[in-house]
């Protein structure tokens, strides 16, 4: 749900990079942050364990073009991928307006990435939303290593059925796919929120 | 248990043996003129049937109806068959009609039906296994293997296998696959669905409970029904594709394992591990699922009018070096999540400048000590001359750390358990960490880069600390247990130097610990069997190697060792051990007379000191014997080309085998030791 300040100008969006632990999504945000320029950013707030484990959230404002008028301003969220986290994970998808679902491709996480899968759909569910409607990525994360299965299995795991979305190959440690993703996701929300949302037949 | 299975030929031989035998006795009673006894009454025509059905209750007791009713239908024949070969050499012998011919071998002759009665389960006896194997007959179960998808399947098991007798509702199931031993010829051809796919037992063997069979497990996997391999149906597979991940039941490949290698009956392991299930390797199953087998379905959705946006952010082409997390909370008030305490905006509201942010080592304040044992600098053993990588990869707590003006509390959640340790995927070098974790025996980032030099070895946890004095850093694979294995790994190293060598492999029955000789020695540890030893072994001594050359090492304590008389049999053992090169043998005990070493050495070389390292090893290891890691099998220290093998033998007090020597083929190297293991066990 966008945040409107008609007196500013200034109309906010909020993203969420949703998935299983360890999957890259605080990677993503860092590598954001590191590429975007300072105009354009805010402070990236991590709230992480000493081992690197993001304990509550990422948090990074950004903010982008101007669309008729109105400068858009992006708050980008991740969540913590633990399983027990689930109550931090439903506070943060209060409002979405767009998700990064962040998938590990190594062959043993996928089972995670299934069930982190499924846990968004319920706690979407909670506030009456659900994948069909909300705009929604797929990010196929850690190409690079050698364990990871195909991408056309990822996809029928985790994209399939009537309705397909996009989805990326990336590394979101050196930063491939990682723009890709965040401007098509956020693409899809100014889509949504600006103009009229027609899906072509699959 | 009995590894031999004749061939067919074999049986057949054996069956025309037994005929021939029949005949001559026959024809010898008959030559002679013994047992006339005039005509036979027409029951002992009439029981032959029923004897035969008599000794099918015996002989199959675990056989299914229809297999007994085979059998007895094939000793009738037989009967018949032997009567007629005797009836032909009376008729020879004598110059019979056929009538009378046939009347002494069948009643006239009085021994002669009953050798029949003896002669035929003989003649049948070589196809007992065939009548109670469960496995498939081969044309059939070629007929039904799908051609492309599943590798070769080998031709013959090694071992007979007896029917595995079903119990319990979860063999009830209806995804349990029929046995294929039930299916005749006339029955038609199963459906597709019917296919099997196959996965290499060395893949899942680490899943199975320690203690589940009685032999090694690359024995057990020799001795499956598809030796190596473990068939699931495809339709069980396919049912779980959508979930990621493809589990088995432990009823549905029950019974590919031979019986007789279990350590406990079929019903007290049900019960004590009721949920049992297997997780296949996706990779494997994948590759054998035929094209079409999972499909998303049709292209991604093409979101029109999405053009219509320009891309809304556009990313600097070089990026930051520094990694600018932050504690504290941004300029913009983000809508956070009811409950979450937010600092006074005063905090946020300029963002630092970019000069304060902190280099990656320390962007924030560490978090409170871990309950962990404080690092310790100097190494146990004396350290080396200083070189320039080892003191850019040692950790000095005195180095300045830049820790940023305490900031006001952003949030205050209650702080979880503790995690587990950071999981370093180890095929590709990981970026400068972000921030600081407790202090350590070496850095973080130095840690990062010793990861990259395990690429591909596998996944791993990395740690770093000290462990009964000594410090150590770990990768250790994520099933196995870190304290442990750490602990295994410090009892090693401090043996490891001039005496022993500059590394050491550690294997017991689900682990393979490699430890590398450094300031502080790198362990790499990952799950047997399947784990990549070797490669292991050349990953970590690059690790090691980045660290720095390690000291020189103190010698095991001695100890009064005597040395026994060589009995002609560890002797003929010496001359097996042929990797070793020429190697002497030697018996030593202790003075207690309690622990005994077999020493196989180089000549030349003092077998006490290989009897002191490996006294030295048991006493480290020998006594620990963890859950997780199972026990010791073998000791490995190189050094050089040099390597020295010591793995304890069964028996009573301490038996220890150690044998030393150039090896150019580790792996033959191993596989002599553990044939001469069990030579000196079966004594």
């Known amino acids: ?202 | 248990m009995s590894r031999y299975r004749p061939s067919p030929l074999v049986r057949w031989l054996h069956a025309l043996g037994v005929v021939v035998a029949y005949v001559v006795v026959t024809s010898v009673l008959f030559w002679l003129d013994l047992g006339d006894a005039g005509v036979a009454p027409a029951w002992t025509v009439v029981a032959v049937p029923f004897f035969y059905a008599v000794l099918s209750l015996l002989l199959l007791r675990r056989a299914s109806l229809a297999r007994r009713l085979s059998w007895i239908g094939g000793a009738c024949l037989t009967h018949v068959t032997l009567g007629l070969s005797a009836a032909a050499a009376f008729a020879t012998l004598a110059d019979l009609t056929p009538l009378s011919a046939l009347a002494y071998a069948f009643a006239r002759l009085g021994p002669a039906p009953f050798l029949t009665l003896v002669a035929t389960p003989l003649v049948l006896a070589p196809f007992r296994g065939r009548v109670l194997s469960s496995r498939p007959p081969a044309r059939t179960d070629h007929a039904h293997r799908p051609a492309a998808v599943t590798p070769p399947a080998p031709a013959e098991p090694p071992v007979a296998r007896e029917t595995r007798r079903r119990e319990g509702p979860a063999e009830a199931a209806a995804e349990t696959p029929a046995p294929a031993v039930e299916r005749s010829a006339a029955e038609p051809e199963p459906p597709p669905d019917d296919a099997v796919v196959r996965v290499r037992f060395e893949r899942v063997a680490g899943q199975l409970p320690a203690g589940t069979f009685t032999l090694p497990l690359d024995r057990v996997s020799e001795s499956l029904r598809e030796p190596h391999w473990l068939t699931v149906p495809r339709r069980i597979v396919v049912a779980q594709l959508p979930e990621g991940a493809v589990q088995v039941d432990w009823a549905i490949v029950a019974s590919q394992f031979p019986e007789l290698a279990f350590a406990m009956s079929d019903v007290e392991f049900r019960r004590q591990y009721p949920n049992l299930k297997l997780t296949l390797p996706l990779d494997d199953v994948l590759r054998q699922l035929p094209r079409g087998a999972f499909s998303a379905g049709g292209t991604p959705s093409q979101i029109a009018g999405l053009e219509a946006f320009p891309a809304p952010f556009q990313p600097l082409a070089v990026p930051r070096d520094v990694p600018a997390a932050s504690a504290r909370p941004a300029s913009d008030a983000p809508d956070l999540p009811p409950g979450v305490v937010v600092a006074p905006p005063a905090a946020a509201v300029a963002p630092p400048p970019r000069a304060r942010v902190a280099p990656p080592a320390a962007t924030v304040a560490p978090p409170p000590p871990a309950p962990v044992a404080r690092p310790r600098i100097a190494p146990v053993l004396a350290p080396p001359p200083p070189d320039p990588v080892a003191e850019s990869l040692r950790f000095t707590p005195e180095s300045p750390t830049i820790t940023p003006p305490p900031a006001p509390p952003i949030v205050t959640p209650t702080p979880p358990p503790p995690a587990p340790p950071t999981r370093v995927a180890a095929s590709a070098p990981a970026p400068a960490p972000q921030r600081e974790i407790a202090p350590e025996v070496i850095s973080r980032d130095a840690l990062t880069r010793l990861a990259a030099c395990l690429a591909g070895a596998g996944t791993f946890e990395s740690w770093s600390g000290v462990v009964e004095g000594s410090p150590l850093v770990a990768f250790v694979a994520p099933t196995l247990p870190r304290e442990a294995v750490t602990v295994v790994a410090a009892r090693v190293a401090g043996l490891l130097g001039a005496a022993a060598g500059e590394q050491v492999t550690v294997r017991t029955a689900r682990a393979a610990i490699v430890v590398s000789a450094a300031p502080t020695p790198v362990v790499v540890a990952a799950r047997r069997p399947g784990a990549p030893v070797a490669l292991l072994e050349l990953r970590a001594a690059r690790a090691a190697g980045l660290i720095g050359r390690a000291a020189e090492g103190v010698a095991p304590p001695a100890r009064a060792l005597s040395a026994l008389a060589v009995e002609p049999r560890v002797a003929g053992v010496a001359g097996t051990l042929e990797a070793f090169g020429d190697v002497e043998p030697a018996v030593l005990t202790d003075a207690a007379g309690v622990a005994r070493v077999y020493v196989f050495r180089e000549p030349g070389r003092e077998a006490e000191r290989l009897g002191e390292l490996a006294l030295a090893v048991w006493d480290g290891l020998g006594r620990t014997r963890d859950a997780d890691l199972g026990a010791l099998v073998s000791v490995v220290f190189r050094q050089g080309r040099r390597r020295i093998l010591v793995r304890p033998l069964s028996g009573r007090g301490t038996t220890l085998l150690a044998a030393a020597g150039p090896v150019a083929r580790p792996g033959r190297a191993w596989r002599e030791a553990d044939r001469a293991a069990a030579a000196l066990e079966a004594r």
């Open chain 1, 1 to 202: 749900m966008s945040i409107i300040n008609y007196a500013a100008k200034v109309i906010n969006f909020k993203l969420v990079y949703y998935g299983p632990g360890m999957a890259g999504k605080t990677a993503n945000l860092q590598f954001v942050h590191r590429c975007l320029p300072d105009d354009n950013r805010g402070n990236m707030i991590s709230l992480a364990t000493g081992d690197d484990r993001t304990l509550f959230f990422d948090f990074l404002p950004v903010s982008a073009t101007s669309v008729r008028g109105f400068t858009t301003k992006f708050q980008l969220y991740t969540v913590p991928g633990q399983s027990r986290y689930n109550m931090t994970r439903k506070l943060v998808l209060r409002g979405v307006d767009g998700v990064v679902f962040v998938a590990d491709s190594q062959w043993d996480r996928l089972k995670e990435n299934v069930e982190s899968l499924r846990n968004l759909n319920d706690n979407l569910r909670e506030y009456r939303l659900d994948l069909a409607t909300v705009p929604y990525v797929v990010q196929y994360n850690k190409r690079d290593l050698p364990d990871v299965a195909p991408l056309d299995y990822l996809e029928y795991t985790l994209n399939r059925g009537a309705r397909r979305v996009p989805a990326f190959e990336a590394v979101a440690v050196t930063g491939k796919g990682v723009f890709d993703t965040l401007n098509t996701v956020s693409r899809m929300v100014l889509l949504r929120e600006f103009g009229q949302v027609q899906e072509g037949a699959s």
